[in-house]
């Protein structure tokens, strides 16, 4: 498992006839249009939140800015209820992530363990979550009767450990080579203590692709914050308030009539176009400029889940 | 798992698969561990007093935030008044689940619900393939990993920012419109996410976008492991491209299409709920509304809990079955190449 590689050194062809050059000029193209269609989308909004809001308006936006600003970004983080939503934001990730991750990997390192009582107990209370669930009304009520609503706390217990990482860390925790376990064990090491200083360390590669899947998730949340905070506005999130902006306009972006209403300075002329395109930027960045690093780790995170020998 | 946006959907269909090989191997390891008689067992749980205090509080968190709501079906069978304790409600046996299926809204969410997920299914697999067979015939390394990168981007991204995206794109004023009218094809913009019927497609073109290039990963893994002396037999035997594509690559992910194809199918009624609910309006909910979005309305914007619950607890009974069925059938058809 832990030797695959997507990519393998391919068999060198020396000739190439006429079929293969037309059809690699095909793929090649067709490749490349997949790409602009995944990116040209992602690199209008950027050139549409750094142009002048009023101007944006009159369309021909594309790849470039035609009257470069920062007015937007200086809208955006000045508006103190995006400030909190964004700190909100970076809370739920950088706890819920450290969390999460600790929780599982701590779970699936008992459930590693073969001579463990309880093994197939916790194993199968686990599993059988994934095919049965309370459902939205009878969630929402248990989160009332708790006490978490209107409470920071309710981005964090609720999706405290998933079954998926839950099965990959414990997947890469029995590729571990036996004897390191064994001789920490004879060293008089605990569970705990071998947990925190041998399997932790050694799990670095799963448990990044963990955090990023938390981290992601966390970070793109926005449905609990509007089943359970939408009256809290300091527990807002970023993603919840470029939510609310979106339901603004129904089926179209700039033929709504919004007055822009600056709080300072008063010379600021946003839109609500403007500023949603803003705000997407500053939305995805955090995760655009993360999941790069990781590729190699989630996709074999996500092997373990695909294919096995 | 979570809330009704299962944040594990897209995860989903590979955890039931691994569970397959998780059952097994608990089956094997319980047989030989089984405690004979409770007094060996307390011993041992004495013994692993630190695994216990490791797993147990978090067997204690699933009980009350996974299995405690389970609880809250019986709502689906009464006349649920939240005022009143659990004693004081009125029993009205199946009554909501009768009236739904008289309820032209239900019966039009469920068809929404069944064409939706049915167009994931087919275009997802249908379009993943495809690309990693294309990408596998990629042979300058950089490239490869350049359009891997960058069609990994939209499914990190959150539905709300898709959906933003999706929207521009779409506008009167969007690219597509401006395309379209460069070109002469259209002498009037149009309002792509006003008209109702195209929302299908709308959807099935952006779930696409978002996903594609993430579900190529298991192909692309799937097609490293095929053996090389077979394309060097081929292209000895004179096969060009084409034909080493249909009689080594696809024969090769074969057993993997099937399996997740029949995973899949355990995932009927999950249509999703971010996309329709993030791109649907009053225009278009004729053909947005799913399941999902008609538990949230019932539920939560007309307090309507008996309803809204009944229609879940449909949701949860019929995948559960579906599911069911799905794992066994992978787990028959499924062959020594998976798990």
């Known amino acids: ?94 706890i819920g992530t450290v969390l999460t991750v600790f929780c599982s990997a701590m779970v699936a390192y008992t459930i590693s363990r073969p001579e463990y009582v309880l093994r197939k107990f916790v194993t199968i209370a ?109 527990l807002s999130t970023l993603q919840y308030e470029l939510q609310k902006t979106l339901s603004f306009s129904n089926a179209s972006n700039r033929s709504v009539d919004f007055t822009a209403a600056p709080s300072q300075g008063g010379l600021t002329q946003v839109t609500p176009y403007a500023i949603r395109s803003t705000m997407t930027i500053v939305a995805s960045v955090p995760i655009i400029l993360v999941y790069p690093f990781l590729q190699k780790y989630f996709v074999k995170g996500m092997m373990v889940g695909g294919v096995k020998e | 798992m979570y809330l009704i946006p299962q944040p594990a959907d897209r995860f989903a269909r590979r955890e039931t698969k691994m569970d397959n090989n998780l059952m097994l191997t608990d089956m094997s390891v319980a047989v030989k561990q089984k405690p004979r008689g409770l007094k060996r067992f307390f011993k041992l749980l004495i013994q692993q007093r630190a695994l216990v205090l490791m797993s147990v509080p978090f067997v204690i968190w699933l009980f009350v935030f996974r299995y405690m709501p389970i609880w809250g079906w019986t709502i689906g069978f009464q006349n649920f008044k939240p005022a009143k304790s659990f004693w004081e409600q009125e029993w ?125 990963i298991v192909y692309l893994a799937a097609i490293t492991m095929i053996d090389p002396t077979l394309y060097e037999a081929a292209e000895i035997d004179g096969a060009g491209r084409f034909r080493k594509i249909w009689h080594i690559t696809l024969p090769g992910i074969r057993p993997v299409i099937t399996v997740l194809l029949i995973m899949n199918i355990g995932y009927l009624l999950e249509s999703g709920f971010e996309p329709q609910y993030l791109l649907g309006n009053g225009m278009n909910m004729d053909y947005s509304e799913n399941l999902d979005i008609f538990v949230l309305k019932y539920g939560i914007n007309q307090f309507n809990y008996s309803l809204s619950v009944a229609a879940s607890i449909f949701k949860t009974v019929v995948s559960f079955i579906l599911l069911f069925v799905a794992n066994n059938l992978a787990k028959r058809m499924g062959e020594s190449r998976l798990y």
Not at chain 1, 44 to 61: E, H, K, P, W, Y
Not at chain 1, 127 to 156: A, C, E, H, K, Q
Not at chain 1, 174 to 199: C, H, M, Q, W, Y
Not at chain 2, 183 to 189: A, F, H, Q
């Open chain 1, 1 to 94: 498992m832990a030797e695959m590689t997507i990519e393998k050194p391919r068999r060198r062809r020396v000739r190439m006839s006429l079929g293969d050059r037309i059809f690699d000029a095909v793929n090649y193209t067709l490749l490349c249009l997949l790409m602009v269609v995944t990116l040209y989308p992602f690199l209008n909004t950027l050139a549409v939140s750094f142009n002048d809001a009023s101007d944006s308006l009159r369309g021909g936006i594309y790849l470039w800015p035609r009257k470069w600003t920062l007015e937007n970004y200086k809208f955006v983080f000045e508006e103190a209820a995006i400030l909190q939503a964004t700190i909100t934001s970076v809370l739920r990730t950088v």
């Open chain 1, 126 to 234: 686990f599993i059988l979550t994934m095919y049965i669930n309370g459902g939205l009304i009878p969630t929402y009520l248990l989160i009332r009767d708790l006490g978490l609503i209107g409470s920071f706390w309710v981005y964090i217990w609720p999706g405290l450990i998933g079954v998926f990482n839950l099965i990959i860390i414990r997947s890469f925790i029995e590729n571990l080579p036996d004897n390191i376990l064994e001789s920490a064990k004879i060293d008089g090491a605990g569970e705990f203590r071998t947990f925190i200083s041998i399997v932790l360390p050694l799990c670095t590669p799963v448990l990044a692709t963990v955090a990023l899947f938390t981290g992601v998730w966390q970070w793109n949340s926005w449905f609990d914050v509007f089943l359970y905070n939408s009256s809290y506005e300091h």
């Open chain 2, 92 to 216: 009205v046996g199946f009554y909501h689940f009768e009236f739904l299926f008289g309820d032209e809204r239900f019966l039009r969410v469920l068809r929404n619900t069944l064409v939706m997920s049915t167009i994931n299914l087919v275009l997802g697999f249908v379009t993943a393939i495809t690309l990693a067979l294309l990408l596998n015939e990629v042979r300058h390394l950089v490239f490869k990993r350049v359009v891997q990168t960058v069609s990994y981007l939209p499914h990190f991204l959150s539905w709300v920012v898709a959906a933003g995206i999706i929207r521009t794109v779409l506008d009167p004023d969007g690219i597509i419109n401006d395309l379209l009218t460069r070109l002469n094809l259209i002498d009037e913009k149009i309002l792509f996410l006003g008209i109702g019927e195209w929302f299908w497609g709308i959807y099935g073109a952006s779930i696409v976008w978002k996903d594609v290039g993430w579900n190529t």
